[in-house]
């Protein structure tokens, strides 16, 4: 069999014959959003989104996507309270992926899907997003399925929602099979209860090159990206050792070269791309400015111009003191 695997036809071997509602509608479902301290850059199978490298991810605990589904006349989505537009991208994605579950004559539904983080500006709210809406598949038309199925599923709608069903740290393990069912992710069995997170928003506009187009481009036009793969598995070693060892430093340290080396590919990328706004630039001077001064804090970036920054604890209050303006999160608290 060597027709090249869809979506479809991947997911419709783990479903009942008829997939129904199994009611009028169900309570929202809620996922985290998550950031990776070793990023997922770059697809060896674009259908299914299977990655090029694992990667190793935080979630952040209460900020992310609550969705809901309900029986309706028509198929709509309400983003944020918001209807929005059938024609539009947005609600045509979330359509698309309901229809590889219920099939394209399935009843109509109403998705009603709110993000506390900003949409579309590189603080993964298509993790989060596709991670509550396939929860919310899930519920909706009790289908039971497994963790794994969930996780894999999750994946086909945004590679990050694999890693949005976990709180903590998770690792998405590449996987080897052609169908991508062993592409999934897995929480870790660690908690670190002093680990903050503090975002740093430069700009919540909406990107102007979505991370799926930006991933794309990089791995077919930036020779760069060939020293990708091997900077990855390395640096998923570093995190899991420091995760072991509790060592601060050599997790920031890691994240913040992974993040960096992952945007040096997207630099050598044609068109190039480049996330970063001068703002971006300024608190990336300015941590190192802290750090300099004594103050362990780390960032990483993702497909957009604001920062995550990484700190303990201890130093919440120096680092306030540098970013008054950030939120921080305590991931495992
Ligand atoms: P981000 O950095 O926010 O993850 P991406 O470019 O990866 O940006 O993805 C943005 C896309 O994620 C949106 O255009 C939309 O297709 C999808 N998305 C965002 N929020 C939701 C949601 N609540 N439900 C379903 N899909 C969502
Ligand atoms: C830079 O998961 O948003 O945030 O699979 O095409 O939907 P698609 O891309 P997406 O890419 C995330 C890229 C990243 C790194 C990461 O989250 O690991
Ligand atoms: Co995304």
């Known amino acids: 069999m060597s027709e090249r695997m ?23 479902v809620f996922a985290p959003s998550n950031i990776a301290l070793c990023k997922y850059w770059g697809k060896r199978d674009v259908e299914l989104n299977l990655p ?41 994605k979330v359509i698309a ?26 603080l993964a709210s298509s993790a989060s997003g596709f991670a509550a809406l396939m929860l919310a598949i899930d519920g909706f038309y009790g289908l ?12 086909m709608g945004s590679g990050s929602a694999s890693r949005s069903l976990y709180t903590g740290f998770v690792e998405w393990q590449m996987g080897v099979r052609e169908d991508g069912m062993d592409s999934i992710a897995l929480p870790l069995d660690s908690h670190w209860d002093a ?3 503090g975002l740093v928003k430069v700009s919540v506009a909406e990107k102007a090159v979505d991370s799926r187009s ?15 793969p091997l900077q990855a598995a390395a640096d998923l070693e570093r995190l899991h050792q420091a995760i072991a060892d509790k060592n601060f430093t050599q997790l920031g340290e890691t994240a913040e070269q992974n993040a960096l080396s992952m ?36 960032f990483t970036m993702d497909a957009g111009p604001n920062l995550k920054l990484l700190f303990t ?21």
Not at 145 to 154: M, R, T, V
Not at 324 to 329: A, G, K, R, T, W
């Open 52 to 92: 090029i490298n694992s990667s190793l991810s935080i979630s952040l605990a209460h900020l992310g996507t609550q969705t809901r589904l309900s029986v309706s006349d028509e198929d709509a989505v309400w983003l944020n309270g918001e209807k929005v537009a059938a024609q539009d991208k947005f609600a045509r």
């Open 263 to 298: 945007h040096a590919t997207m630099i050598a990328a044609w068109p190039p791309l480049l996330y970063w706004q001068p703002g971006s630039v300024a608190a990336m001077h300015r941590i190192w400015q802290a750090r300099a001064e004594g103050v362990e804090v780390y």
């Open 97 to 122: 992926f309901i229809d590889l579950f219920r099939g394209p004559q399935g009843s109509p539904v109403k998705v009603e899907t709110d993000n506390n983080i900003p949409t579309a500006a590189g």
């Open 144 to 155: 039971k399925l497994d963790p794994q199925c969930l996780s894999a599923f999750a994946r």
């Open 214 to 228: 930006g991933m794309n481009r990089t791995v077919e036009t930036a020779h760069l990206y060939q020293s990708w």
């Open 195 to 197: 680990l903050r997170i």
């Open 6 to 28: 869809t979506k479809g036809s991947v997911i419709a071997q783990y479903l009942p014959e008829r997939v129904t509602p199994v009611g009028e509608t169900i309570a929202p």
């Open 313 to 333: 604890a201890e130093a919440e209050a120096a680092v306030k003191h540098y970013f008054p303006d950030m939120e921080v999160i305590a991931p495992f608290g």
